[in-house]
C-alpha cells in the first residue's frame, strides 16, 4: 500500500507540474502574431493538458487502490477530483470550441484547486460509516463534474467580461472585476501562507474555554485572532493582536477566523502589491492581450457549459444525494448547510438558464451570473465545508 500511495502522490505532482507547463503554451497563443506559431503553441498545450488529465487520473486509480474506496471521502481527495473535472470539462469544450485562451484561465484554477488541496491532511484514512456505501462515488463524483463543467462557463465568463468592460473609465463593471481577481488573490496568497508557515512547522497552542472545559487550540498560523479567554502556552510564539468575540467559542471557531483573517490580509498585499507594479487595474493591463478573443464565442461557451452542466449538477448534488440521504438517514431531505447550497446552487442555475432563454440575457448580463455561481460553488466548498458545521462536515 505504501508503494501505491507513493506512486499516486507522484502523479498528482507530475499533473500539477504539467498543468502549468501546459499553461505556458497557452499563453503563447496570446502574442504570437503569425497564425501557424499559435497554433503549434495551443496543439501543445491541449496536448500537454491531456498528458496531465490523464496522470491525474493516473493518481486518482491508484489512490482508490490503495485506500479500498473512490478517493473522495475528505477536502483533500475532493478538491483533486474537483480540478480534475474542471480539466476534463474544459478538454472537452476545448475540442468542441477550440478557444486557445480557455486554458489559458481554466489551468490555473486547477492548479490553484490542487494547491490548496494539499492544505487538508493527505493521510489515507478508512471511511467513517455513513460513507461506507457505492452512492458515495456515485453522488460524490457527479455533482463533481458538473460543478467542473459549469467552472468552465465561469472561465469563458471571466474572459468576456475582461475583453468587454470599459477599462477607460471607473464604473461598477470595473469595481467588481478587481473584486473577482482580488478574490483570485486572496486564494493564492492563503496557498502561499499556508504552505509557508506548514514548512516552518509553525504551531502555537492555546488553552481557553470551549463548552464549559478547558482545551487546547493549535493555531498553524500566527495568531491574529487568539480564541475568547484564551491563554497562549506555546513560547516565543506571536501573541494575538485580539480576542475572537464570545460567542466564537466553538471548537476551531477562533481557528477559522485567523486563517480567514491572514487570507484577506494576505490577498490585499498580494493584490495591491501587483497593482504597484502594473501601476493599473488588473483587467485594464490583461485586457490588451485578449485583442484576439471573440467575445460571442466565448458568450457561447459560457451559455453551452451551464446547458451540459447543470443536469448534470442536478443528477449529482440533488437527485442521487436524496436517494443516499434517505438510505442513510432515512429522510430525503435536512436542511443541512452542504443541503441548502447545493439547492441555492440549483436555482441559481436554473435563473440562469430562464433569463438567457426567456429574457435573452446574453453579453455582458450572463457574463456576471456565471461569475456569482462560480462564487456560489466555491463558497460551498470553502466556507461551507470549513465554517458551518453540519453532516457533511466531513467532506
Not at 507540474?17 to 498545450?45: C, E, P, Q
Not at 492548479?111 to 460513507?131: D, Y
Not at 469563458?156 to 478587481?178: M, P
Request: glycine share 8%; no cysteine.
Amino acid at each position: 500500500m505504501g508503494d501505491m500511495t507513493t506512486i499516486s502522490s507522484n502523479l498528482l505532482y507530475a499533473a500539477f507540474f504539467i498543468y502549468l507547463i501546459a499553461t505556458f503554451f497557452f499563453g503563447g497563443t496570446i502574442r504570437d502574431k503569425k497564425k501557424g506559431k499559435s497554433k503549434v503553441a495551443g496543439n501543445i498545450g491541449i496536448t500537454l493538458t491531456v498528458i496531465g488529465f490523464l496522470s491525474q487520473v493516473g493518481y486518482f486509480f491508484t489512490r482508490w487502490v490503495a485506500s479500498g474506496h473512490a478517493p473522495v471521502s475528505n477536502l483533500f481527495e475532493y478538491t483533486t477530483f474537483f480540478g480534475m473535472m474542471l480539466v476534463f470539462a474544459f478538454i472537452v469544450l476545448y475540442f468542441i470550441y477550440r478557444v486557445d485562451l480557455l486554458g489559458l484561465f481554466a489551468l490555473p484554477i486547477a492548479v490553484l484547486l490542487i494547491a490548496f488541496a494539499s492544505m487538508f491532511p493527505t493521510e489515507i484514512s478508512p471511511l467513517v460509516p455513513s460513507l461506507q456505501s457505492h452512492w458515495l462515488y456515485i453522488h460524490v463524483t457527479t455533482a463533481s463534474l458538473g460543478q467542473g463543467i459549469l467552472s468552465v462557463s465561469f472561465v469563458a465568463g471571466l474572459i468576456f467580461l475582461i475583453h468587454q468592460v470599459d477599462q477607460t473609465k471607473r464604473s461598477k463593471h470595473t469595481v467588481w472585476l478587481e473584486f473577482v481577481i482580488y478574490v483570485i488573490a486572496t486564494t493564492v496568497a492563503f496557498i502561499i501562507l499556508s504552505s509557508t508557515f506548514s514548512a516552518l512547522d509553525y504551531e502555537a497552542t492555546f488553552q481557553a474555554p470551549i463548552e464549559g472545559e478547558a482545551s487546547e487550540v493549535t493555531y498553524e498560523m500566527p495568531a491574529i485572532a487568539g480564541p475568547y479567554n484564551g491563554e497562549l502556552m506555546t513560547e516565543n510564539s506571536m501573541s494575538p493582536l485580539f480576542q475572537a468575540p464570545e460567542w466564537m467559542r466553538g471548537q476551531d471557531a477562533a481557528k477559522k477566523l485567523n486563517t480567514f483573517l491572514w487570507a484577506i490580509l494576505g490577498g490585499l498585499v498580494l493584490y495591491w502589491a501587483i497593482r504597484l507594479i502594473l501601476r493599473k487595474r488588473v483587467a485594464a493591463a490583461i485586457q490588451p492581450l485578449l485583442k484576439k478573443v471573440n467575445p460571442e464565442l466565448v458568450d457561447e461557451v459560457s451559455y453551452r457549459a451551464v446547458a451540459i452542466g447543470f443536469p448534470v449538477f442536478t443528477l449529482g448534488a440533488l437527485i442521487f444525494a436524496m436517494i443516499w440521504a434517505q438510505q442513510a438517514w432515512d429522510r430525503f431531505w435536512g436542511w443541512d448547510p452542504k443541503e441548502v447550497w447545493a439547492l441555492i446552487t440549483f436555482f441559481f442555475y436554473a435563473a440562469y438558464l430562464h433569463l438567457r432563454l426567456s429574457r435573452g440575457w446574453q453579453g455582458m448580463k450572463s457574463a456576471w451570473l456565471a461569475v456569482g455561481g462560480f462564487g456560489i460553488i466555491m463558497f460551498n466548498l470553502i466556507a461551507v465545508n470549513l465554517i458551518i458545521s453540519g453532516l457533511h462536515s466531513y467532506a
